[in-house]
């Protein structure tokens, strides 16, 4: 069976899509099950100099551990083109027809996209799956609260939010 969601999380040196960059990229295919049928992972190589003025500031600071390793990872990197050409092969390989984009606050994660991969930000459907409404809702509605680990790695927080929104679905039932 192909895919249809296109669970993606960015790493990026911030959160501005003019001035920042996306550092560590993780994609994982699913159906509308939520089972994870794909995945992959890619750095994205950038400037040390922008990482070292951008990655500052209390997030940052709290954040040290992931900091430190996104820096020291940033060597081995590819090219932002060269990730965007495996994503895209990634799609080939796995999605016929329409891809979702779906992650946490995914709107974000779609301005990097947008800017920075081009090729891939045609490929996606205008429409996402963003779990972040389903967030607000069961936090503001239900007083219900899903917490998952924030380590602020690429994968690690794509499936997070995978496990989250099967959380909210089991409500539906």
Same mark, same amino acid.
């Given at each position: 069976m192909k895919c249809s969601l296109l669970w993606v999380d960015l790493e990026m040196t911030g959160l501005s899509p003019e001035k920042d960059r996306i550092l560590e990229v993780a994609v994982i295919g699913t159906g509308w099950d939520l089972e994870p049928k794909a995945e !992959?992972?890619?750095?994205? @190589?950038?400037?040390? @100099?922008? !990482?070292?003025?951008? !990655?500052?500031?209390?997030?940052?600071?709290k954040n040290s551990e992931s900091r430190d390793a996104l820096m020291k990872q940033n060597e @081995?990197?590819?090219?932002?083109?060269?990730?965007e @050409?495996?994503?895209?092969?990634?799609?080939?390989?796995?999605?016929?027809?329409e891809v979702y984009l779906a992650g946490n606050s995914i709107h974000q994660d779609r301005k990097f996209i947008e800017r920075e991969m081009p090729e891939l930000n045609k490929r996606l459907h205008y429409r996402m799956f963003d779990v972040s409404a389903w967030k607000i809702y069961f936090e503001n509605k239900k007083g219900k609260k899903f917490t998952k680990p924030e380590n602020h790695r690429a994968l690690d927080d794509i499936r997070g939010s995978i496990e989250e929104m099967k959380w909210y679905l089991t409500f539906l039932k």
């Open positions: !992959m992972t890619a750095v994205v @190589k950038v400037d040390p @100099k922008l !990482m070292k003025e951008r !990655m500052v500031g209390d997030f940052w600071e @081995k990197g590819l090219s932002v083109s060269e990730v @050409k495996q994503i895209l092969e990634f799609l080939d390989k796995n999605f016929k027809g």
